[in-house]
């Protein structure tokens, strides 16, 4: 991810779109890496993204459409267990059954 800014505008359009539940910002990582050849080191914000695996194509389809970057670092990691409220809400959320005030 870019910087903070990039990171909030992409976790909040992809919440506002129940592609995600919830989307959490850590402003600054630090990053190096190896691109085009050359050792790059970067300062960038990490998005983490709670969604279902029914959702996780259609949010990463859009996450690369919101995306800066010509190949974002997108990671989906299996859930292998978890509070079963915190669950349910999630899958209410991104299934378009959750509650939402006007």
Do not use: N
């Amino acid at each position: 991810m870019g910087g903070r800014d990039e990171a909030e505008r992409i976790g909040e359009a992809l919440v506002e779109q129940r592609f995600a539940a919830c989307g959490s910002v850590v402003p600054m990582v630090h990053s190096f890496f190896y691109w085009e050849g050359r050792l790059h080191r970067e300062h960038e914000a990490l998005l983490l993204l709670k969604t279902s695996a029914a959702r996780s194509e259609a949010a990463q389809v859009e996450l690369r459409r919101l995306h800066s970057y010509d190949s974002p670092e997108i990671l989906e990691l299996p859930l292998t267990g978890g509070s079963p409220d915190y669950l349910a809400w999630v899958l209410a959320e991104v299934s378009g059954r959750g509650p939402r005030s006007a």
